[in-house]
């Protein structure tokens, strides 16, 4: 088969049905759509395309800069396909969380500015979100900037309608549900719709995501999904969590049982049918198909296995490390309560650490408080002892999630360390009631 363009070799990926021994349930074919086929390795090769393909034209004839809020697979693809036709592009992103996909992005020519503390999808109110810098330099010079915006962007679904839903609903003509990680919500909202209107009309979509202040590649917490513009929560029957270690002990089945190079993104939607279908399975009176992602291939993401399943490289988790610390507990027990927070920091002189973003920290702060991005936190925090013991630390957030667990794993390594519970967002509000 013959292509005069790398971009028409996107889509028409395989399905292949999991063996039933390797699944294990009893009443339900489940098939995985094959994205990582796609000539840049991921599902997000047809949003990229699909999002500039009728202006690519007019971008290039302008020598105009395509901007976009990603370090990862949208990333990769804008780049390649960006290349081929001799545009630039700029990624503006929250800190990289991959190094392996940010150094194959660098390898291929993009630039890339990291935002420490920015958001992983967008939030309108903080300026220093890699949206809102995106949308500025746009708006700052819009000859020159061209922005596809994938957390917004209508093209995104309408791909997915397109050509990801249809060819799943030609290959297998009923599908009774359809699993995939939330990340946009573009793959699933508009994939879904098509098979739905190819006659699946009882066709139940399931979301996967990230369990709570955890972190798996492209799929985010339920927390963060409202930031998506394109999620929309009644479109799915129902949510399955999972965390990344599971994530990837998920992927190693699919990689050893399958022989599917697939990534931690894979192995999360993967467990995530198996944890939903699990419960309905016996249930059944007749059989059902199911159909799940394989959105990306796995090579670059060796760091990140290796963070989380040291085994798997002949390597031991290092006793004592934030990524083994296992943390239960309700944040109130790691928190001082907001209303609370100026009689506590006057009684104890604490070491107060704001963990947010430069730019958000110097909009507003506790008088007193250090800024240190949680991107930098976790490292120090991990490697050493770099604080005193012998004085209070108080830790500072958005909403006070992210420090009640940093707040517990330094409790068990000896500190007098608390979270401000409801962050920096419920201390502003009791200003302000101080001041009325």
């Known amino acids: 088969m013959i292509y005069d363009r790398i971009t028409d070799m996107i889509g028409n990926t395989p399905l292949l ?98 935002v420490l503390g920015g958001s992983e999808c967008f939030d309108p109110n903080d300026p220093n979100d890699p949206q809102f810098l995106i949308e500025k330099a746009v708006k700052d010079d819009p000859e020159k900037a061209y922005f596809p915006s994938q957390f917004t962007n209508p093209k995104n679904p309408d791909i997915h309608y397109q050509t990801t839903g249809k060819e799943i609903a030609d290959d297998l003509g009923r599908v009774d549900y359809f699993f995939g990680g939330l990340g946009t919500s573009g793959s699933t909202l508009g994939a879904a719709r098509r098979i739905r209107d190819e006659g699946s009309t009882g066709l139940k979509t399931i979301g996967i995501c990230a369990s709570k202040n955890d972190f798996i590649p492209g799929i985010r917490s339920m927390d963060q999904m409202w930031e998506s513009g394109l999620f929309t ?99 109130d027990q790691f928190a001082v309560p907001a209303a609370q927070a100026n009689t506590w920091i006057a009684e104890h002189n604490p070491l107060i650490i704001d963990v947010r973003g430069n730019l958000a920290f110097k909009m507003m702060s506790i008088p007193g408080s250090i800024n240190i991005p949680w991107e930098l936190l976790e490292p120090m925090i991990d490697a050493a002892d770099p604080f005193a013991k012998d004085r209070p630390i108080l830790l500072a957030c958005p909403v006070g999630e992210k420090t009640a667990r940093y707040a517990a794993y330094l409790q068990s390594r000896g500190y007098q360390a608390f979270g401000l519970g409801g962050g920096m967002l419920a201390w502003r509000n009791e200003q302000q009631k101080r001041a009325a």
């Not at 997000?44 to 290039?60: E, L, N, P, S």
């Not at 804008?78 to 630039?88: D, F, K, N, R, W």
């Open 17 to 114: 049905k999991i063996p039933a021994e390797v699944h294990g349930l009893k009443n339900i074919d489940l098939y995985a759509k094959m994205e990582m086929m796609n000539p840049f390795g991921s599902v997000k090769d047809r949003v990229a395309w699909g999002m500039i393909r009728d202006d690519i034209a007019d971008i290039q004839a302008k020598g105009q800069t395509i901007y976009e809020n990603s370090s990862g697979n949208t990333a990769k693809a804008l780049q390649l396909i960006a290349s081929t036709y001799g545009v630039e592009t700029k990624l503006i992103t929250y800190l990289a969380k991959v190094d392996g996909v940010k150094d194959i992005i660098r390898m291929l020519g993009a630039e890339i500015e990291e």
């Open 233 to 331: 929560k009644e479109h799915y029957a129902d949510f399955v969590y999972v965390d990344s270690g599971e994530a990837v002990d998920a992927m190693m089945d699919l990689v050893k049982k399958c022989a599917i190079m697939c990534g931690p993104t894979s192995g999360a939607s993967y467990l995530g049918a198996l944890k939903y279908l699990r419960t309905i399975d016996d249930s059944l009176t007749e059989r059902k198909s199911a159909v799940f992602i394989v959105c990306d291939r796995g090579e670059w993401y060796t760091d990140y296995v290796r963070q989380r399943r040291p085994h798997l490289f002949n390597q031991k988790q290092k006793p004592g490390s934030l990524q083994a610390f296992e943390y239960t507990v309700s944040n």
